[in-house]
């Protein structure tokens, strides 16, 4: 069963570890030997069919395309129980996509530079708070949103 999960979807070492709790409580355990998800969980990494540095890069770089902060990746990256020296790699790629992760956020959601018109008092506030619930931080968010409709900000150096 977790070698079956392990070839269908891209997972981390925690991720597994919940998964295969989770169905040995659904499922009960009916072996001679007690179960043991961790030495399972720990062989597959020994194996390389688990790499929690190239999850954690996959990952991040996918919310990333879908216009997600830093904030929301590492707190995604950590729900899925990647640890801090196995986020190295995508943190320094987070760091380098934040602005045009904003940009494409921006865009998903028509604000700022991609809406047809200037947002009053009321929907900025609105659009900064849908910026900040995506983990982007506030300065970011307000330039986007404070961004006449046509004219992108400047990216930061």
């Known amino acids: 069963m977790a070698l079956r999960h392990v070839a269908r979807f ?3 070492r925690g991720k597994l570890l919940d998964y295969l709790r989770r169905k040995l409580k659904e499922r009960g355990w009916g072996g001679e030997q007690p179960a043991d998800p961790e030495g399972l969980a720990e062989r597959f990494v020994d194996l390389g069919y688990i790499d929690d540095a190239g999850y954690a ?10 216009g997600y902060g830093a904030r ?9 129980g990647i ?3 196995d ?10 996509e934040g602005w045009a992760a904003a940009e494409r956020f921006a865009q998903r959601k028509r604000i700022g530079p991609f809406a047809l018109a200037r947002a009053d008092p009321k ?3 609105k659009a900064i708070a849908a910026f900040l619930r995506a983990g982007h931080g506030y300065d970011i968010a ?11 900000p400047e990216a930061e150096e």
């Open 10 to 12: 891209a997972t981390s």
């Open 57 to 66: 890069v996959m990952k991040s770089a996918a919310l990333a395309r879908r």
């Open 72 to 80: 929301r990746v590492d707190e995604t990256l950590r729900a899925a």
């Open 83 to 85: 640890a801090e020296e």
């Open 87 to 96: 986020r190295t790699q995508a943190d320094a790629q987070m760091q380098n």
């Open 123 to 125: 929907q900025r506030d």
């Open 142 to 152: 307000r330039r986007w949103v404070d961004a006449p409709p046509g004219e992108p």
